[in-house]
């Protein structure tokens, strides 16, 4: 089993920054990737940015060029540099986990095996 803990929301305005983290604990295997989803209520959760760790990269094109995911093997640790926050980034943001790496699929929220509790992002215009 895995175990996912999301850190570091909260509320900054239109163009602030903000740095989300995932420390997974538990049985990881040596490939995986990690993905961050965000998710509205009342609408599907949506992919954002994963990373394997063989390297790969994938980015949601809302936000290519404002967000950076990085991948620290040694912590199990996943990071989101978001910049340029805007309203439309504000939700509920989730770590998830799959023992395999990114997938073509990587948008698809059932091919993840573990899932953090999700952190707040609120941004004001």
């Known amino acids: 089993q895995v175990q996912l803990v999301e850190s570091g929301g909260g509320s900054v305005q239109s163009g602030g920054s903000l740095t989300l983290s995932c420390a997974a604990s538990?049985?990881?295997?040596?490939?995986?990737?990690m993905t961050w989803f965000r998710q509205i209520p009342g609408k599907p959760r949506e992919a954002v940015a994963g990373?394997?760790?063989?390297?790969?990269?994938a980015y949601e094109k809302s936000v290519e060029g404002r967000f950076t995911i990085s991948l620290d093997k040694a912590r199990n640790r996943v990071s989101l540099q978001m910049n340029n926050l805007q309203p439309a980034d504000a939700a509920m943001y989730f770590c998830?986990?799959?023992?395999?790496?990114?997938?073509?699929?990587?948008?698809?929220?059932?091919?993840?095996?573990?899932w953090g509790q999700g952190t707040q992002v609120t941004v004001s215009s």
């Open positions: 998830a986990y799959r023992w395999d790496g990114l997938l073509r699929a990587w948008r698809d929220a059932t091919e993840y095996d573990s």
């Open positions: 538990g049985s990881l295997r040596s490939w995986y990737c």
């Open positions: 990373m394997d760790t063989t390297g790969d990269i």
